[in-house]
């Protein structure tokens, strides 16, 4: 050991040192030197009980997650966690492991600690980390722990791409589980644009079933969506390179993921914030045009069952715009249906662009049409609605 530098031990285990180290981290050991009074109580029980993908969509990266402290433990429990870390990362993570215990959540010394080890594993993974602990943290049952080891791998794998082969350390994992990795690794990628970002592709890819249905494309797209949800970014990427090449190699029906990409549509328009309509041209209407081309492509009985429920949106939509007295009763409500309506309409004319079979289109086209033609041009001019406006001005022919 040199200054602050603690190596790994050659050894599998050093079981004396080990045992001694989990006594002297002992939560109710009488002699212990307990933390400082100035810490503030955490709650490291909740925080071991979230889910992997929970925290995987929602958190920051660990290192930022539980930032840099070296002071809510005595320094002899935080050497103690360091050597053991170095040493026998299994039994550290153990220790860690059953801080998800009931009993230990009001335990101060336990729950400071606790978060202790994570940081300090967080940070030490951040630096380097060994096969052995990427092992550890990678077959943990805790979310927590394997969140940290799947950063650590995504840091290893940037450096050296060989590590994605099934044969290296995501052989560890379910398949499932590899799946949910690689697609978050492939979702992180595109967004900061990194060099493995293709060969990441190619090995979510890969992992995927040889055939793709309903269910295991939604697993599959799950994997890749951000961090608010959606399966579009800006602009949108997982058709274009991830799921397209799996629809020209006949591993993915152009129906199934016609149904997926419609539900992600439908559920923008009828899950969306009441308070106002979040539409970007490289984003929602980029992603629109996907839904539509998808559509067009589609089977018989996908596009019926599709242009059915289009229609009921759009009767939604048309009792509010036709309902005496709706603007002045409410104006954001009347609004918003004008716009969920020239949504629509921009959709189903994008659909009709690429159609050879027009006609039932062409009527469900009209009836949003008909609705929007009972919008005056001075409301026109007071609405927010410009870029649908232009949305919907690019698709739909002037003489429907």
């Known amino acids: 050991m040199a200054g602050d530098s603690i190596y790994e031990a050659p050894d599998a285990s050093v079981p004396s040192l080990r045992d001694d180290l989990?006594?002297?981290?002992?939560?109710?050991?009488?002699?212990?030197?307990?933390?400082?009074e100035q810490r503030i109580m955490v709650d490291m029980t909740t925080e071991l009980r979230r889910s992997l993908f929970d925290l995987m969509k929602q958190a920051p990266d660990p290192q930022q997650y539980f930032s840099h402290d070296v002071t809510e433990v005595s320094w002899g429990d935080y050497y103690a966690?360091?050597?053991?870390?170095?040493?026998?990362?299994?039994?550290?993570?153990?220790?860690?492991?059953?801080?998800?215990?009931?009993?230990?959540?009001a335990n101060r010394r336990r729950q400071l600690g606790l978060k202790c080890a994570a940081r300090?594993?967080?940070?030490?993974?951040?630096?380097?980390?060994?096969?052995?602990?990427l092992e550890a943290?990678?077959?943990?049952a805790n979310g927590l722990l394997r969140w940290i080891g799947c950063t650590a791998f995504e840091r290893i794998a940037h450096d050296d791409p060989k590590a994605l082969a099934p044969s290296g350390f995501?052989?560890?994992?379910?398949?499932?589980?590899?799946?949910?990795?690689?697609?978050?690794?492939?979702?992180?990628a595109v967004r900061r644009n990194v060099p493995i970002r293709q060969a990441l592709i190619q090995e979510l890819q890969a992992s995927m079933p040889a055939r793709?249905?309903?269910?295991?494309?939604?697993?599959?797209?799950?994997s890749m969506r951000n961090v608010v949800g959606k399966v579009y970014d800006t602009p949108p990427w997982m058709l274009r390179e991830v799921l397209l090449h799996l629809v020209h190699n006949q591993r993915l029906e152009v129906d199934v993921v016609a149904r997926l990409w419609f539900d992600e549509l439908f559920n923008a328009w009828t899950k969306r914030d009441k308070q106002s309509i979040i539409f970007r041209a490289d984003t929602e209407g980029y992603f629109?045009?996907?839904?539509?081309?998808?559509?067009?492509?589609?089977?018989?009985?996908?596009?019926?069952?599709?242009l059915t429920k289009v229609s009921k949106e759009i009767e939604a939509h048309t009792r509010v715009v036709q309902r005496p007295f709706s603007a002045q009763i409410n104006w954001s409500s009347y609004d918003q249906a004008f716009e969920m309506l020239l949504w629509i309409s921009g959709y189903l004319g994008a659909w009709l662009e690429?159609?050879?079979?027009?006609?039932?289109?062409?009527?469900?086209?009209?009836?949003?049409?008909?609705?929007?033609?009972?919008r005056s041009e001075g409301e026109w001019a007071r609405s927010s609605s410009k870029g649908l406006l232009r949305y919907r001005e690019s698709h739909v022919p002037t003489a429907v």
């Open 137 to 140: 943290l990678l077959k943990s």
């Open 354 to 374: 690429q159609s050879s079979r027009s006609g039932e289109i062409e009527h469900v086209l009209q009836l949003a049409e008909a609705a929007l033609a009972r």
């Open 22 to 36: 989990l006594k002297y981290l002992d939560s109710d050991r009488p002699d212990a030197v307990q933390p400082p």
């Open 288 to 306: 629109t045009d996907e839904v539509a081309s998808l559509c067009a492509a589609a089977s018989v009985n996908v596009r019926k069952a599709i």
């Open 120 to 133: 300090l594993i967080a940070f030490e993974v951040g630096r380097s980390c060994s096969p052995r602990q």
């Open 212 to 222: 793709l249905d309903d269910a295991t494309l939604k697993k599959s797209v799950d």
């Open 170 to 188: 995501t052989s560890l994992l379910a398949s499932d589980d590899r799946l949910n990795l690689l697609g978050w690794m492939t979702a992180r």
């Open 81 to 105: 966690l360091k050597v053991l870390w170095a040493t026998d990362p299994d039994a550290l993570l153990t220790w860690v492991e059953a801080g998800a215990e009931e009993r230990f959540r």
